[in-house]
Structure formats: structure tokens, C-alpha cells
């Protein structure tokens, strides 16, 4: 697995979760509110985390990314510090690439009660009046 590719792949979620959560994204309980993205995020960022001969820095750029979530220079920054954590560590790149979700795979849902799954094995409902019945 190319680390390079994953560590470019990872970093938009991994910015969401600290967009959303700030520096309390790697101690945060999982939120069910979240929506996808902060969530991959979150987790993949608790993984990173557990690498202790990167966390120092991984910790400083996303303290520094939690106070200006938009500095594309400081998004930089913790792509940059994920990269390195990634190329030192081949089994951790491979454990993240199978967290994303497979290539070419996209999902949007927009507007008030819009939904999208791409597998569903259950009822979905988005409506208030709405009744289900087994």
C-alpha cells in the first residue's frame, strides 16, 4: 500500500473530525450524531494516535489545526505529519487504507430527509408520520 496515496486519502477525513471536534477529537467518545466523514476521521485519527513515535507530532498539528480548522497551511501541516507516520509504518498505512471507502465509491444526500446508504439492511425512514410495522 503506497503510503503516500492513503496519508492524501485520510487527511480530508481526519480535518473534518478536528474541524468538528477540536482538540478533543481523539478523546471524544463516538459521536452518533456525526456524520460519516467526521467520523472515519475520528477513528482514523484515534489510530494514528496510537503510534507513540508520532503522536508528539501528529498532537501538535491538530492543537494547531483546532484553532483555525480553515488555515489551509496548517491542513498542510497534519497532512505532512500523517504522511511521515505512515511511511515509518507500513502495517499501520495498510490498517487505514482498509477503513477508507473503496475507490470510486460516492455518496450524497441532500435536503431535508434525503438519505444515503450503500448497503441497507433495514427500514429507513425519514419521515415523522411515518409508521413501520414488522
Avoid: C
Amino acid at each position: 500500500m503506497d503510503a503516500l496515496l492513503v496519508a492524501g486519502q485520510i487527511a480530508p477525513y481526519v480535518t473534518a473530525a478536528v474541524g468538528a471536534y477540536g482538540t478533543a477529537v481523539v478523546t471524544r467518545v463516538s459521536d452518533a450524531g456525526a456524520d460519516a466523514t467526521v467520523s472515519l476521521g475520528q477513528r482514523i485519527l484515534q489510530r494514528v494516535w496510537r503510534r507513540e513515535e508520532s503522536r508528539e507530532d501528529i498532537e501538535g498539528a491538530v492543537d494547531a489545526l483546532a484553532a483555525a480548522p480553515e488555515d489551509e497551511d496548517l491542513q498542510a501541516l497534519l497532512r505532512a505529519q500523517l504522511k511521515r507516520a505512515l511511511l515509518a509504518d507500513p502495517e499501520l498505512t495498510a490498517e487505514l487504507a482498509r477503513l477508507l471507502p473503496p475507490a470510486g465509491s460516492s455518496f450524497t444526500a441532500s435536503g431535508a430527509g434525503a438519505v444515503a446508504v450503500q448497503h441497507n439492511s433495514g427500514v429507513i425512514s425519514t419521515g415523522s408520520d411515518a409508521t413501520i410495522q414488522r
